[in-house]
């Protein structure tokens, strides 16, 4: 089994920062994209960042120039840091991976964190 565990969440006052975390454990051969997704109160879960092996990153629309994704390949983590945070962010957000297990090795399957609450002030 994986298992996806955030932390960094908080309250922070619109324009303050934050630095969300996702560590990756369990059974693991390697993982391919890791990401950010977050889920607003009566809105979908959407995706806010997604990093690839190689480094290639996506970002929201909304996020760009703000918000910046980092993975360390080493540790199984991931990390957002969030710049210039806007009442619009707040939300859960929750950490994703695509992981290869020895259970299935070739293909890769999906896994989410618990998630962590983003409440930015206005």
């Known amino acids: 089994q994986v298992q996806l565990v955030e932390s960094g969440g908080g309250l922070v006052q619109a324009g303050g920062s934050l630095r969300l975390s996702c560590a990756a454990s369990?059974?693991?051969?390697?993982?391919?994209?890791m990401g950010w997704y977050r889920q607003a109160p009566g809105e979908q879960r959407e995706l806010v960042a997604r990093i690839r092996t190689g480094g290639i990153t996506d970002y929201a629309d909304s996020v760009k120039g703000r918000f910046t994704i980092s993975r360390d390949n080493a540790k199984n983590m991931v990390f957002l840091q969030m710049n210039s945070l806007k009442p619009e962010d707040t939300a859960v957000y929750y950490c994703n991976a695509l992981v290869r297990t020895p259970r299935l090795p070739l293909s890769s399957s999906s896994y989410w964190g618990q998630g962590t609450q983003v409440t930015v002030s206005s």
């Open positions: 369990g059974s693991i051969i390697s993982i391919d994209h």
